[in-house]
């Protein structure tokens, strides 16, 4: 039977699932209405589809490495009960193995893949899950980065995954020299590696803003100059990893621990779940009793 407009939208109405899954339901089905639900709920696409307007602002941050290449993951759910259990766990770990064995480029190249190459799509696999759990999962994010022989990944998640943290380090293979500074990162979270990444708008931007307030202090003008520059330094500290004081040993500078191990820095990415995204106002006693009518 030829799928039409009018089946797809009644399709839609009944399951809230999206347009090109409704016809891929009706095309797989032959038309049959009751078949293609059936279809949609199999897939979890019915169950993920009302679920989708609903906040997922928790989760965990997961890290994966095989080899050379390493990823670092964000996945969201709507509670951090879900966050904890192993279902979702399993998940974060068939989605980051996936990532490093496809290397998509995108969160939406990834979704449209089949999983590890072969049967559902990854998003396919979210929805199942999403219908398993009864929350709302989805892939925020993905980093991945790459070394040589020469080099070591540092990978770092803390409070179960609230933050996730992975460096690469060239001129060592030693990954707890490595691991220490993605602990730094996770904690202390730099901008930059160094003050040579910091853009030049955002330097002179900060120099015009400590000169001001120089002029605002009274201070004369014929040392302003050199005020500024030395209140510079500290706005480096601030948001350049080398130049911040390692947190295991605040005596010395993230670039001296590295030096002492003949390494420097190349890259490193952090995520911390949920940043920037609505949160759900919900209180405690709220999140178990939602839990528990599950």
């Known amino acids: 039977m030829a799928v039409n407009a009018k089946m797809v939208k009644e399709l839609r109405e009944k399951t809230g699932a999206g347009m090109m899954d409704c016809k891929k339901a009706l095309t797989e089905t032959d038309g049959d209405m009751e078949k293609a639900i059936e279809y949609l709920r199999e897939k979890g696409i019915s169950k993920a589809a009302k679920k989708a307007d609903r906040i997922a602002a928790e989760g965990s941050a997961h890290i994966k490495t095989d080899g050379n290449t390493a990823v670092l993951i964000e996945v969201n759910s709507e509670t951090d009960f879900v966050a904890k259990n192993d279902q979702f766990k399993e998940l974060l770990d068939t989605l980051a193995s996936h990532i490093l064995s496809q ?64 460096t690469v380090l060239e001129g060592t293979t030693d990954e707890s020299v490595a691991k220490d500074v993605a602990m730094h990162v996770a904690a202390v979270n730099p901008r930059y590696v160094s003050r040579d990444e910091v853009p030049e708008n ?77 949160k759900r106002e919900e209180n405690f006693a709220d999140e178990v009793m939602g839990q528990i009518k599950k």
């Open 103 to 166: 290397k998509p480029s995108t969160v939406e190249e990834a979704l449209e893949q089949p999983l590890n190459g072969e049967g559902d799509s990854v998003q396919e696999v979210i929805n199942k899950n999403i219908a398993q759990i009864g929350e709302k999962l989805s892939l925020r994010r993905f980093a991945v980065l790459t070394k040589d022989d020469n080099a070591a990944f540092g990978a770092y998640t803390h409070m179960g995954g609230s933050i996730g943290a992975l």
């Open 202 to 278: 955002e330097v002179d931007q900060e120099r015009e803003m400590l000169k001001t307030q120089a002029l605002n202090e009274g201070k004369p003008e014929h040392i302003v100059e050199k005020m500024v520059e030395g209140r510079l330094g500290k706005f480096f500290e601030e948001i350049c990893l080398l130049e911040q004081s390692f947190i295991k040993d605040p005596d010395q500078k993230v670039k001296k621990y590295v030096e002492s191990h003949g390494a420097t820095v190349r890259e490193y990415v952090r995520f911390e779940v949920g940043e920037g995204m609505e």
